[in-house]
């Protein structure tokens, strides 16, 4: 896991808190564009049902035979859409996507009920290998990701990324009660935002932080080539 901690600064050049007790040392950014990723196969529009019977509607993106697969967590005012220029590069690098339109709550214990309903979905489909499953979120798709890794997907889910994860009183209530042991987390965020990231550090496990190099929020921080790139390196070295 050391090479990928130093992978993961190469790829983003700023680092937040280190992987593992040793904080690594500063390298120089990265600044080629990556390899532009092969086209993903047509979406499908499926549905499922959240963990408390809600209809969900989804697009689906198959990876072949028995592939790893990651949900994605759209942005408050955002949708299935968002994840538009990630899914392809996902895809070539073998995942199966599904990217879900949430519930409008601001709430992430109420948000998390069509998450566990999206996971689920996943395990019982034959072209999914349900032990290799992973969560991508952004901004309350975040937080509830991060919600999710220290509650309910805690012992199904590999990995997680949350990008511009907010203060979450859910998550606080969590730490308050000892109760907050997230897992495998890529905390990303920009300098305006790394307090929030910081809070959510407290009690996580085998978990990383990183700062962009650009202000930005939520899926905007994808923008930044190594931001996707850590991204992809933490997901292929967990759920992969």
Same mark, same amino acid.
């Given at each position: 896991?050391?090479?990928?901690?130093?992978? /993961?600064?190469? %790829?983003?050049?700023?680092? +937040? +808190?280190?992987?593992?007790?040793?904080? +690594?040392?500063?390298?120089? $950014?990265?600044?080629?564009?990556?390899?532009? %990723?092969?086209?993903?196969?047509? +979406?499908?529009?499926?549905?499922?049902? $959240? %963990? *408390?019977?809600?209809?969900?509607?989804?697009?689906?993106?198959?990876?072949?035979?028995?592939?790893? $697969?990651?949900?994605?967590?759209?942005?408050?005012?955002?949708?299935?859409?968002?994840?538009?220029?990630?899914?392809?590069? @996902?895809?070539?690098?073998?995942?199966?996507? /599904?990217?879900?339109?949430?519930?409008?709550?601001?709430?992430?214990?109420?948000?998390?009920?069509?998450?566990?309903?999206?996971?689920?979905? /996943?395990?019982?489909?034959? *072209?999914?290998?349900?032990?290799?499953?992973?969560?991508?979120?952004? &901004?309350?798709?975040? &937080?509830?990701?991060?919600?999710?890794?220290?509650?309910?997907?805690?012992?199904?889910?590999?990995?997680?990324?949350?990008?511009?994860?907010?203060? &979450?009183? *859910?998550?606080?209530? @969590?730490?308050?009660?000892?109760?907050?042991?997230?897992?495998?987390?890529?905390? =990303? &965020?920009?300098?305006?935002?790394?307090?929030?990231?910081?809070?959510?550090?407290?009690?996580?496990?085998?978990?990383?932080?990183?700062?962009?190099?650009?202000?930005?929020?939520?899926? $905007?921080?994808?923008?930044?080539?190594?931001?996707?790139?850590?991204?992809?390196?933490? /997901?292929?070295?967990? =759920?992969?």
């Amino acid at each position: 896991m050391r090479w990928r901690c130093a992978a /993961l600064v190469l %790829a983003l050049g700023s680092l +937040a +808190a280190g992987c593992g007790d040793t904080p +690594a040392p500063p390298e120089r $950014a990265v600044t080629a564009s990556p390899s532009p %990723a092969a086209a993903a196969p047509r +979406a499908q529009t499926v549905r499922f049902k $959240a %963990a *408390d019977g809600q209809a969900v509607s989804a697009e689906y993106t198959p990876a072949g035979a028995n592939a790893p $697969a990651v949900v994605l967590l759209h942005e408050i005012r955002g949708g299935p859409g968002q994840w538009a220029d990630l899914v392809p590069e @996902l895809h070539a690098a073998g995942f199966a996507t /599904l990217a879900y339109s949430s519930r409008p709550s601001v709430m992430e214990r109420e948000r998390i009920r069509d998450l566990l309903g999206a996971v689920r979905w /996943l395990r019982r489909r034959p *072209d999914v290998d349900r032990r290799r499953l992973g969560l991508v979120g952004a &901004s309350i798709g975040a &937080s509830t990701t991060v919600f999710a890794m220290a509650t309910g997907t805690r012992r199904t889910v590999d990995a997680a990324v949350a990008l511009s994860p907010p203060d &979450s009183a *859910d998550i606080w209530r @969590l730490q308050g009660g000892d109760r907050y042991r997230p897992h495998d987390l890529l905390l =990303v &965020s920009d300098e305006r935002e790394s307090s929030a990231v910081a809070g959510m550090m407290e009690g996580a496990v085998r978990s990383h932080a990183l700062q962009s190099q650009r202000a930005g929020h939520g899926v $905007a921080l994808l923008a930044e080539s190594g931001v996707r790139e850590a991204l992809l390196a933490w /997901l292929e070295d967990r =759920v992969r």
